[in-house]
């Protein structure tokens, strides 16, 4: 597992300070999974502590549920590594993970009885935005989770379509 440190590059800056972001190439096949669940808790720690930003828990178990899926998902179906992103952009936490497969994901119909296979489902239900782009090599795919409850105590995610 490799990392890059936050850098200059553009995007959201907190009070003119430079991007929050982290990154992170995952690759090998020792537990990765758990490597990236990890370092997205401890990049939002670092938000939280070293930047003053509120974080609540709620944001940090979906941080880590949608890492854990879309890092999966890329693992089991591209060959090579993969990225993994980390960025706060205004009260949201967005996680990107590139995989070298060209191939764009589609959450399936609702099925009771399939085993398995909900991952992109659950990603999209707790997400407040969710995109995938086809790179020149492979694909991108991001997901934005507010860093904030909802006063109103709903989810904040929004349905597969």
């Excluded at 936050?6 to 190439?25: F, N, Y």
């Excluded at 609540?56 to 949608?66: C, K």
Aim: proline content about 7%; aromatic content about 2%.
């Amino acid at each position: 597992m490799e990392s890059a440190p936050e850098s200059d590059g553009e995007g959201d800056a907190v009070h003119g300070a430079r991007p929050i972001q982290d990154a992170v190439a995952l690759d090998g096949d020792g537990p990765v999974i758990a490597q990236a669940r990890h370092r997205a808790a401890d990049f939002l720690a670092r938000v939280r502590s070293e930047h003053g930003l509120p974080v609540s828990a709620r944001a940090m178990d979906l941080t880590q549920l949608v890492v854990s899926e879309l890092v999966t998902n890329a693992r089991k179906y591209a060959p090579g590594p993969v990225l993994m992103g980390l960025r706060i952009c205004g009260a949201l936490v967005e996680v990107v993970v590139w995989d070298s497969d060209p191939v764009l994901p589609v959450a399936r119909a609702t099925d009771a009885g399939r085993v398995g296979q909900h991952g992109l489902e659950i990603v999209m239900a707790v997400a407040q935005g969710f995109e995938v782009q086809r790179e020149p090599v492979g694909k991108r795919i991001t997901a934005r989770i507010a860093l904030l409850d909802d006063p109103d105590g709903g989810l904040g995610g929004r349905r597969p379509q």
